[in-house]
């Protein structure tokens, strides 16, 4: 387990160099950027004070074995809560009671996870980040703007239509008659299948990881980062999940379970809590996995695609687990070090040109680092 020290570090802006990009990001970004602002007051910065509070508290429970039970029980129990929870939800159809309780899951993963990570954090420096939280409040909320942006341009290109169209052959196909549990993980099957190839595509053709870049743009790992994408991503993952997702047409309650259950998965993804996950990180893209996905070193980062699952990764050869091994807490893009941080900034860096230049560290700087550090991997 790393135990460096936590990082202060602001949002970072777009480098001087970029003068147009910096630009855009300074006077069109500015109510964006006001909104990080507001946001590091009035949320970030309070419950940054009152989580520390849990700290002496983590020092605490290192090598009890409370710990160790937890550690191993954490991840099992969230996962057979969530499913119980969903179904419990729609147990009578999708009503209003439904559909609140989904728009308050984040808030409950939320407050379920942030005092873990604290309580049981796999680094330190991971705690705290600037006001990188308040980023990635906006992307959340943006996020679900940017999704209903994708319907409208799906609609435009007639995917619909086709969809549409073969929609009664998914209906067909659909073993409702299966037991829910079952139809939920069959459903999270088959799209993970999908969304290992978009994923894979994202890191290994250079114009796509352009634009996935701004989710590898973190510094950390902590249980809120896993929304943080690009539009660009977001729009053409509905485009590409359109036509093959037609012929997988479960109710909309499973669908609604599944939707629950990959939350609670992803929450695991990204979260800084020191777990002991076993076999579990051969079924699912969580814990360690997901840190070697973030890792500076492209031959270790390009690993570990799956979505929901790891299984794909290990059939199709981009798994990545040394048993003999834990990740480090150095995360980043590339030859990039000087990526933004700033939403604007993160919206604004796909279409900079010659962005190994743009986003390189100055010299100045770059004799700073120690010859042992691993090189970041490149923006393009």
Not at 57 to 67: D, I, P, T, V
Not at 167 to 189: C, R, S
Not at 194 to 222: G, Q
Not at 283 to 309: A, Q, T, V
Request: glycine share 8%; hydrophobic share 45%; aromatic share 14%.
């Amino acid at each position: 387990m790393a135990t460096t020290q936590p990082s202060q570090t602001g949002n970072r802006k777009l480098p001087e160099r970029a003068r147009i990009g910096r630009f855009l990001e300074t006077w069109l970004g500015a109510p964006i950027n006001g909104l990080e602002f507001v946001l590091n007051w009035v949320m970030v910065k309070p419950l940054r004070w009152f989580w520390r509070h849990l700290d002496s508290w983590s020092y605490r429970l290192e090598g009890m074995l409370l710990r160790q039970i937890l550690s191993h029980t954490i991840f099992p129990f969230t996962l057979i809560l969530s499913v119980y929870v969903g179904l419990k939800l729609v147990e009578n159809g999708i009503t209003s009671l439904t559909l609140l309780g989904f728009v308050l899951l984040p808030i409950i993963y939320g407050l379920y996870c942030a005092p873990l990570e604290r309580l049981m954090p796999y680094s330190r420096k991971w705690l705290e980040g600037g006001n990188d939280s308040a980023v990635d409040i906006i992307m959340y909320f943006s996020g679900a703007f940017w999704s209903g942006i994708s319907g409208l341009i799906v609609s435009a290109l007639f995917i619909v239509g086709i969809v549409e169209a073969l929609e009664p052959y998914g209906h067909d196909l659909w073993p409702d008659q299966w037991n829910p549990v079952v139809q939920v993980a069959m459903f999270i099957l088959i799209k993970d299948f999908f969304r290992y190839w978009f994923h894979r595509a994202l890191h290994e053709i250079p114009k796509l990881w352009r634009i996935h870049a701004a989710h590898h743009s973190v510094e950390r790992l902590y249980w809120l980062n896993g929304i943080r994408a690009h539009p660009l991503e977001i729009i053409s993952q509905a485009i590409f999940y359109a036509i093959p997702l037609a012929l997988v047409q479960p109710t909309a309650e499973i669908a609604l379970v599944a939707v629950i259950l990959q939350l609670s998965i992803g929450i695991f993804q990204h979260s800084n809590i020191d777990l002991n996950l076993g076999w579990w990180e051969y079924i699912f893209s969580i814990g360690d996995n997901h840190r070697y996905h973030h890792y500076p070193d492209k031959g270790i980062g390009d690993s570990n695609y799956g979505g929901e699952l790891i299984i794909y990764d290990i059939l199709f050869g981009t798994f990545h687990n040394p048993r003999d091994e834990r990740p480090h807490d150095n995360i980043g893009i590339g030859t990039a070090p000087e990526y933004p941080l700033t939403v604007a900034g993160l919206y604004i860096a796909p279409f900079l040109p010659n962005q190994k230049t743009v986003f390189a560290r100055d010299e100045e700087s770059e004799s700073e680092v120690s010859a042992g550090e691993p090189r970041l991997q490149p923006a393009e």
